[in-house]
């Protein structure tokens, strides 16, 4: 299998990319790839640019990336109820791709969390019930809140509840 995790996020202190980190520990070491938004800087989606130049390199390899791959573990932070603005401007590049809407039909275990208590709850449910339009297809959602009183750098999330929730939703991933 290969596995695809990224954080919806450029800071390089990203809260989740250490969710995103920690979910995707729970499968084969082997059989993971972690991305960084960082790694994929953009031009700020533009129409006149895309008829001047096409899709520039780092959203054609993102794109391929996705393409090549079977699941997707994706956690998005959330910035005024939204996707950031880096992972929007990565989605609006993504969804001009040839062949494909966004996410060239692949499965998408998406989460989100944030320092409150909703866990990022509004840009998950955005996700939600976007992605599938975009050629996604949800197999399963979690949402961390309260990250600092639920996360430990090196444990991992430490309230008990919740890592079972994770472990067990990410374990009945069924891949088409
Ligand atoms: C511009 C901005 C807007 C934010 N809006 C929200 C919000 O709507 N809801 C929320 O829970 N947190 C919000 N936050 C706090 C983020 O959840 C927090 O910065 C978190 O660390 C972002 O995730 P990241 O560390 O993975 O980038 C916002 C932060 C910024 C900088």
Redesign the pocket.
């Known amino acids: 299998m290969n596995i695809i995790a990224f954080?919806g996020?450029n800071?390089s202190?990203?809260?989740?990319?250490q969710l995103v980190t920690h979910a995707a520990q729970q499968f084969q070491e082997d059989q993971v790839t972690i991305l960084d938004l960082n790694d994929f800087e953009l031009p700020i989606y533009s129409i006149d640019l895309e008829q001047a130049s096409g899709i520039p390199e780092n959203a054609q390899r993102f794109s391929d990336l996705i393409k090549a791959s079977d699941l997707l573990l994706i956690s998005l932070?959330?910035?005024?109820?939204a996707y950031?603005a880096v992972f929007k401007n990565l989605f609006d590049w993504l969804s001009r791709v040839d062949g494909t809407s966004g996410f060239h039909g692949k499965s998408i275990f998406v989460m989100a969390t944030?320092?409150?208590a909703?866990g990022?709850a509004?840009v998950l449910e955005m996700a939600v019930s976007r992605f599938p339009r975009n050629d996604g297809e949800i197999v399963g959602t979690f949402s961390l809140p309260s990250f600092s009183q639920n996360f430990d750098s090196e444990k991992g999330i430490t309230n008990t509840d919740l890592n079972n929730e994770l472990i067990d939703k990410l374990k009945s991933i069924k891949i088409n």
């Open positions: 954080a996020s800071s202190t990203s809260i989740n990319k932070a959330e910035h005024n109820g950031s944030s320092p409150g909703r990022g509004s």
